[in-house]
């Protein structure tokens, strides 16, 4: 070979290589070379496209071509920018004034309802739809709002500050959303924002305004979620993934503040699975208003197993329990290693068929739905406020129903279960909320001022001022009209005046919802049910115990009734008297 044609060759392979240096160059940093690029491209590709048209009346010929292009854009991709303007008036909020809604074609529709004094039926059926998700920064507000004023329900809203923490981002407000993720400032003036929304034609600003709220809120979605499901370049997809949907269910028609607060000493969890964890301030979850257990990092499960006498394996139990039946003397040790106990007793039943298996199977130290095992807390499936008015057959051996999460899913789950208990409330007409059933006592407001008058005139009058005494001694006389003055003896009547009155309306949540499974809705296996196919449609578990199911209690409580175990009143209970013999 010539050394002209080895020093070509060599070129060749010198150009080779660097080309293949470069393009792993271009893939292994293509967040970093192409996020701004893509964030100019989804800017620069909102507004031009933009088609804004301006709804007056029900009878605008406009109306009904406008309805129909949304429904048209939705059933491609269906979601909306969704959002609403209103004004205040001496301290009062005056009805929505404008409805915003737009599409991912860059259509949006400004509906101003102030002028329409009603909704028209295709406009109510887009906002009832529950298949189409309507995203913007807190439109459960805005929803609430709606309803309130026009007696319209809209389903399936999703607050994309959800989004954000499950891909790892700072929650922020639209503005600094649409700035961050879309390189795109919006104009949040407060002369803008507080302008009046209900002027007989609104300036162009105001249309501009209103406008791209609605339209950034879809673009925002959109990037988000390719950052929850991120693809290279080269890859396409559809503009509606459908797939993705599973994921956002649990925080559909949730209020993002009940869920999350900004943690300032940036402790806490703050991000989803596999996410980039953001710099300075963290967000953190929630405590959920009810009983949440502490974080393990500690194996849960011991998978010691425990036998009969005649060595056939019941099931597995941890350390602490097989201790304790060798310490009661009721139990021998066998072996160390699995750390095993024969019972020196019959136990009362043996176990039979899926049932007896699942308890008899060893159970995985992990979170089963993203199968993190450094830290993780007990989830129980069926919520211990239902739980706890069960009866006792139904309250025992409820393993089956606790699992095991990681912190972030936990509090994910969580979350989620707040859609399931608000459709029990309605359901079964048990207010979950502060609402007049959810209150065991009601305040009276005269005897409450009755009792700090007497409380205070008793115990320091001596150091309030002569007006105040007066004006105490005015509300005491007023209430005890039979007295003439004020005496140290009505001092003390007052003072011990009970103004907490009972609610006679008073119902607790979690004993109402079991007492109308128990009574109208086919029994408790059904409220069991309902849970445990919650949990799994939202959380998509992947590591479940093998064996785990939704008809657990069900099946368990016929192996009992087979052995004459359980009564009929409990199956009248569970809701199986009609489908179970017993013995």
């Not at 009721?330 to 106990?341: D, H, K, M, N, R």
């Not at 990681?406 to 609402?435: G, M, W, Y």
Request: hydrophobic residues 35%; charged residues 25%; glycine residues 6%.
């Amino acid at each position: 070979m010539s050394q002209e044609s080895g020093v070509a060759s060599t070129r060749k392979w010198a150009v080779l290589a660097a080309g293949v240096g470069l393009v792993y160059v271009l893939v292994r940093n293509r967040q970093t070379l192409l996020g701004p690029l893509r964030r100019v491209w989804t800017s620069g590709g909102l507004l031009p496209q933009r088609q804004i048209e301006v709804i007056n009346s029900v009878q605008d010929p406009a109306t009904q071509w406008v309805l129909n292009e949304l429904k048209k854009h939705c059933q491609n991709f269906k979601v909306l920018g969704f959002d609403c303007e209103w004004i205040t008036v001496g301290g009062s909020r005056r009805p929505v004034a404008l409805l915003q809604l737009s599409s991912h074609q860059g259509l949006c529709a400004l509906f101003r309802l102030c002028h329409m004094k009603q909704i028209p039926k295709d406009l109510r059926e887009l906002l009832e739809d529950d298949s189409v998700i309507k995203v913007g920064v807190a439109p459960q507000e805005d929803a609430m709002k709606l309803s309130h004023d026009y007696g319209v329900g809209v389903a399936s809203t999703l607050d994309l500050r959800f989004l954000c923490v499950m891909a790892g981002h700072k929650p922020e407000g639209l503005g600094k959303l649409s700035d961050t993720h879309l390189n795109y400032k919006l104009d949040k003036h407060w002369r803008l924002v507080c302008s009046n929304w209900e002027a007989k034609q609104l300036e162009p600003k105001q249309l501009n305004y209103a406008a791209n709220d609605a339209l950034v809120a879809v673009a925002i979605y959109r990037k988000l979620c390719r950052d929850l499901e991120p693809k290279y370049f080269w890859q396409r997809c559809a503009p509606d993934d459908t797939s993705l949907r599973n994921k956002f269910e649990p925080f559909l028609d949730v209020d993002f503040t009940k869920g999350f607060t900004l943690n300032p000493t940036g402790s806490g969890m703050t991000r989803s699975k596999g996410s980039a964890q953001p710099q300075g301030k963290k967000w953190m979850l929630k405590k959920q208003p009810y009983r949440q257990m502490a974080t393990r990092s500690k194996d849960f499960y011991d998978n010691c197993l425990l036998q009969a006498p005649d060595g056939e394996l019941l099931c597995t139990i941890d350390r602490r329990k097989a201790s304790w039946y060798i310490n009661q003397n009721l139990g021998t040790q066998i072996s160390e290693e699995p750390f095993t106990v024969r019972l020196n007793f019959e136990p009362a039943g043996r176990a039979v068929g899926d049932v007896g298996r699942y308890y008899q199977t060893p159970k995985e130290n992990q979170c089963v739905v993203c199968g993190e095992r450094d830290a993780y807390i007990r989830k129980n499936v069926v919520p211990r406020e239902y739980r706890k008015h069960f009866p006792m057959v139904m309250k025992s051996h409820t393993s089956h129903d606790v699992l095991l999460l990681c912190p972030t899913c936990h509090q994910l789950s969580n979350i989620s279960d707040l859609r399931v208990r608000n459709k029990l409330a309605t359901q079964c007409q048990a207010p979950f909320k502060r609402e007049d059933g959810s209150v065991k006592y009601h305040d009276d407001p005269e005897l409450k001022r009755v009792q700090s008058a007497g409380k205070a005139l008793l115990h320091h009058g001596a150091k309030i001022p002569a007006p105040k005494v007066a004006e105490m001694q005015k509300t005491l006389l007023e209430y005890y009209t039979e007295q003439s003055e004020v005496t140290e003896d009505l001092l003390r009547q007052a003072a011990s005046v009970e103004y907490r009155i009972e609610n006679s309306d008073y119902c607790q949540h979690g004993e109402r919802v079991v007492q109308q499974y128990r009574e109208k809705f086919g029994g408790l296996v059904e409220l069991e049910r309902l849970w445990r196919e919650h949990f799994l449609h939202t959380m998509q578990p992947q590591f479940l115990p093998e064996l785990w199911n939704v008809n657990h209690n069900a099946d368990r409580l016929e192996v009992r009734a087979s052995e004459g175990r359980v009564d009929k009143a409990d199956l009248l209970v569970a809701g199986l008297d009609a489908k179970v013999k017993i013995i």
